[in-house]
């Protein structure tokens, strides 16, 4: 009983962190793969540099965008932050 009472503190600590810190980053990241997986030609996404291009071709783990009329880039898919949707 004794043992119980000492290790309490330690399940409910281990028990906050997985509630504050790790199931949200797992959810986080989930949404991420969703989001990668759902791209598909025009679709407007920010790259990790903060450029704002269009998806020109979907490969498996890289990305063909448009940066403006003339230049296509290929990228990594990783390096895609969110999908840009135009507030204006």
Not at 3 to 13: K, M, R, T, V, Y
Request: aromatic letters at 8%; charged letters at 30%.
């Amino acid at each position: 009983m004794e043992i119980i009472s000492q290790l309490l503190p330690f399940i409910f600590l281990i028990a906050i962190m997985y509630f504050v810190i790790i199931r949200p980053q797992q959810k986080e990241a989930k949404a991420k793969q969703e989001m990668l997986e759902s791209l598909k030609k025009s679709d407007k996404v920010v790259t990790s540099g903060g450029f704002i291009v269009v998806v020109h071709k979907v490969e498996e783990k890289f990305l063909s965008v448009k940066m403006n009329d003339d230049t296509i880039v290929k990228i990594v898919k990783d390096s895609i932050t969110k999908k840009y949707e135009d507030e204006i």
